[in-house]
């Protein structure tokens, strides 16, 4: 178990969740950290940096000693969008560590306005008829049929940052 204060740069209730079941704590400090990227990160890279962005403002800016920021995007493949997602942990020792998890094709319906500018929480929102999708079961819920949600898809991308962390940490007392 951690004996950290660890920050989440986000106050998404599956994101604080996902963290907080993978580091067996009964609570993280929910950040409001800014990205720096798009409010709809395009491509592996913009979300890889927004989850980068997050992590170190939780570090750098509020004191925790570990910062993870995870981000939410879609990327383009044979001319197909995908989602992506992306985690960061960053810790007070300037050590960071990050992964990526799932990904799945986005349908035409939904790509289309994405291409617009609109953001995918909002289509989501009117794709499946329901309020704040991207707070619960997110587009990757809606589209495996709810036997993946996103607090599940982040949650194996907290995994990867933790395993990393540890792996890290095990061999420094070797």
């Not at 992306?86 to 300037?94: H, P, Q, R, V």
């Amino acid at each position: 178990m951690i004996h950290h204060t660890i920050a989440v740069g986000s106050k998404n209730p599956a994101k604080l969740k996902a963290v907080q079941d993978v580091f067996q704590i009964e609570q993280v400090l929910p950040i409001d950290a800014p990205s720096y990227v798009s409010a709809q990160p395009f491509s592996d890279q913009e979300t890889k940096q927004g989850a980068i962005n997050r992590a170190i403002s939780c570090v750098d800016e509020y004191a925790a000693e570990i910062g993870i920021g995870l981000e939410g995007g879609v990327m383009s493949l044979d001319d197909q969008l995908y989602l992506c997602n992306w985690g960061a942990l960053y810790t007070n020792d300037n050590r960071l560590y990050v992964a990526s998890g799932a990904r799945i094709p986005l349908p035409k319906e939904v790509s289309t306005p994405l291409y617009e500018g609109v953001e995918l929480g909002d289509i989501m929102d009117t794709y499946a008829k329901r309020l704040d999708v991207r707070k619960k079961e997110g587009a990757i819920g809606i589209f495996t049929n709810n036997l993946v949600d996103r607090g599940e898809m982040f949650k194996h991308v907290v995994r990867l940052l933790y395993g990393q962390y540890v792996f890290q940490q095990n061999m420094g007392t070797q």
